[in-house]
C-alpha cells in the first residue's frame, strides 16, 4: 500500500506483509535515496521510515545550503 504524507512532499512509503505478521516499509524520494526496514508492528515501522527519511531530507537541504 502506497502512503505520501504532507511533510514529507518528496518521499512516497510503501507498506507491504511480507511474511504471517511480518511487515517491510520502503519509503523512497523523487532523487533516489531510500530507507527500507522490516518489523512485526506496521504503524512503528511507517514512524520509523518516516523519521529516517526527515532526517534524508535535512541532510540534503543541509549540504545544498538551505
Known amino acids: 500500500m502506497k ?19 511480518v511487515y517491510e516499509v520502503t519509503g523512497t524520494d523523487t532523487f533516489g535515496h531510500r530507507v527500507q526496514m522490516k518489523g512485526t508492528d506496521p504503524d512503528a515501522l511507517l514512524i520509523d521510515a518516516r523519521r529516517e527519511a526527515a532526517k534524508i531530507e535535512a541532510d540534503v537541504l543541509a549540504c545544498k545550503g538551505v
Open 3 to 21: 502512503q505520501s504524507f504532507d511533510d514529507l512532499p518528496n518521499w512516497a512509503f510503501d507498506l507491504e506483509e511480507v511474511s504471517a505478521n
